[in-house]
Every structure is written in structure tokens, then in C-alpha cells.
């Protein structure tokens, strides 16, 4: 089986950095995904990391660490915006399917 | 432009009903997946198709069934053998490519009445 660690929330300012740790436990491992979840709204894909490293898009970092099943997301410049739930989820061998994790909830104050 | 469409956005059900959530997605992807969320929760795996007339179950298929007559559609059939089924249900496709992610729709909310 799979499973998969993050903190519930963090709380954090508008400006500051933020980053979601993840660590996983799992049978197979082909890459690490993060999502993006508003409340009440569909997960939307952020990153995914197939390799040992960091991978940046825009404001947005997300690094794997395959021998230590741990992974992260960075977000900088924190805006009101990024108020929201984030997952991070492992991709196994079988169908392509992903296993999430239970979610990190973010609040971005003012 | 291309996406997934799930329908109803809302759904009651009654205690003994079977009900069903349609999706359909024009991405032309091949493989398809069911996911249900709880409050505060992560997205737990119902059942997933890789290709047409084809499914597999997930973590969590007791009480659901699917079927794969299309490419484009995969619906979901939360049967009166579910016990619990209120929740959000999310339906995502995803593309050939490994470095793509999912894409989900936007979610049908079924409560239990």
C-alpha cells in the first residue's frame, strides 16, 4: 500500500514563504504531484516531480528527495489568493493512479 | 476548450436509492478515474478505467459501480449498498504524458436525505 504524511495548516502572511512537507511510504514510486484545491472546488495540478531535485514554476517550487521519500512544495511571495487546500500525491505503477495525502490547508492573512 | 464535465453539480438521495453521477470529459485521454473526498480530507481512489471497456477498483469500490462503453464517458453509480456515500465526488482524466497532471471536474456534492 501507500500513505502519505503533510501538515493539516499552516498560516502564513501575505509576502512570506511557505513550504509543505511531504513523506511517503509506498510499494512503487514513479513521481510526487502537488495539487491545488480551493474550497468547494476541483484539485488543479501544480507540480510533479519524477527526479531527485527542485522543479520552479513561477512562484511555485516543488522538490523530491527520492531516498528519503520526502517531498515539498515552496511558495513564495504568498498572496491572498493562494489561500487553499494543498495535496501532495504519489504516483504507483498500476493504472497511473495517484494516492494523495490527506491535505495541507494554508491561510494567507493580510 | 477541452475539459471534463460532471453532472449533477447537486444530488440528494434517498436511503435505498441507487444514483448516478455522470462524467464526460473531450480531452480524448484515455484513462479516467473516480475519486471521493470527505471534509477536510484527501481524495480517496473508487475505481479507475485505463481504456474503453476496461475498469479497475480502487481503494474504497465497495457499494460503487462504473462502466467504460466510451471513451468519453465514465459514470459512477453510488448504489444502496454504500452506507456513507455523502460526500464530494471527483471524476479526473489523465493525459499519455507522465509529466502531466490529472484534470479534474468540477465535482458532484451527494447528500444523503
Known amino acids: 500500500g501507500q500513505s502519505l504524511e503533510q501538515p493539516s495548516e499552516v498560516t502564513a502572511v501575505e509576502g512570506a514563504i511557505v513550504q509543505i512537507n511531504c513523506t511517503y511510504q509506498?510499494?512503487?514510486?514513479?513521481?510526487l504531484s502537488w495539487y491545488q484545491q480551493h474550497d468547494g472546488g476541483a484539485p488543479t495540478f501544480l507540480s510533479y516531480?519524477?527526479?531527485?531535485g527542485l522543479e520552479e514554476t513561477g512562484r511555485f517550487s516543488s522538490f523530491l528527495s527520492r531516498s528519503d521519500s520526502y517531498g515539498y512544495l515552496l511558495l513564495q511571495e504568498l498572496q491572498m489568493k493562494d489561500s487553499a487546500s494543498y495535496f501532495c500525491?504519489?504516483?504507483?505503477?498500476?493504472?497511473?493512479?495517484?494516492?494523495f495525502g490527506g491535505g495541507t490547508r494554508v491561510l494567507v492573512k493580510p | 476548450d477541452g475539459g471534463i464535465t460532471q453532472s449533477p453539480k447537486y444530488l440528494f438521495r434517498k436511503e435505498g436509492q441507487n444514483v448516478t453521477l455522470s462524467c464526460e470529459q473531450n480531452l480524448n485521454h484515455d484513462a479516467m478515474y473516480w475519486y471521493r473526498q470527505d471534509p477536510g480530507q484527501g481524495l480517496r481512489l473508487i475505481y479507475y478505467s485505463q481504456i474503453v471497456n476496461d475498469f479497475q477498483k480502487g481503494d474504497i469500490a465497495e457499494g460503487y459501480s462504473v462502466s467504460r462503453e466510451k471513451k468519453e464517458s465514465f459514470p459512477l453509480t453510488v448504489t444502496s449498498a454504500q452506507k456513507n456515500p455523502t460526500a464530494f465526488y471527483l471524476c479526473?482524466?489523465?493525459?499519455?504524458?507522465?509529466?502531466?497532471?490529472?484534470?479534474f471536474g468540477s465535482g458532484t456534492r451527494l447528500t444523503v436525505v
Open positions: 479526473a482524466s489523465r493525459p499519455d504524458e507522465a509529466n502531466y497532471g490529472y484534470t
Open positions: 516531480n519524477a527526479l531527485d
Open positions: 500525491a504519489v504516483r504507483g505503477a498500476a493504472g497511473n493512479k495517484l494516492t
Open positions: 509506498t510499494s512503487g514510486f514513479y513521481g
